[in-house]
Nanobody, 124 residues
Framework: VQLQASGGGLVQPGGSLRLSCAVS????????MGWYRQAPGKQRELVAL???????NFADSVKGRFTISRDNAQNTITLQMNSLVPDDTAVYYC???????????????????WGQGTQVTVSS
């Protein structure tokens, strides 16, 4: 199972960016998907999560500014980030709760999977 993130970059305060993440590999199922971020010297924190049915959860700091969407057929999620502020600067990590498929009759095991991280820098 692999998570491939794209997007990110440098943007001025007040600007927008879009992050995308695709899950690939031999997959039985995907439950929650989302984004976490980690700023220098800080712990990794939740940004946004979306369930398979589309229920969303956002960090208080991004509510009203970020939206998350999901395409279950393509195993992808997109994070639209608007009204960015310098405190949004961090490495953003894609996350998915995945059960890989190991073949007929194999036991399912759900576990956390992470993408490689993509840098978002908000600066003038």
């Amino acid at each position: 199972v692999q998570l491939q993130a794209s997007g990110g970059g440098l943007v001025q305060p007040g600007g927008s960016l879009r992050l995308s993440c695709a899950v690939s590999g031999s997959i039985f199922g995907i439950r929650d998907m989302g984004w976490y971020r980690q700023a220098p010297g800080k712990q990794r924190e939740l940004v946004a999560l979306i369930t398979r049915s589309g229920v969303t959860n956002f960090a208080d700091s991004v509510k009203g500014r970020f939206t998350i969407s999901r395409d279950n057929a393509q195993n992808t999620i997109t994070l639209q980030m608007n009204s960015l502020v310098p405190d949004d600067t961090a490495v953003y990590y894609c996350y998915a709760d995945v059960a890989p498929y190991y073949g007929a009759g194999s036991k399912l095991k759900w576990s956390d999977h992470w993408g490689q991280g993509t840098q978002v820098t908000v600066s003038s």
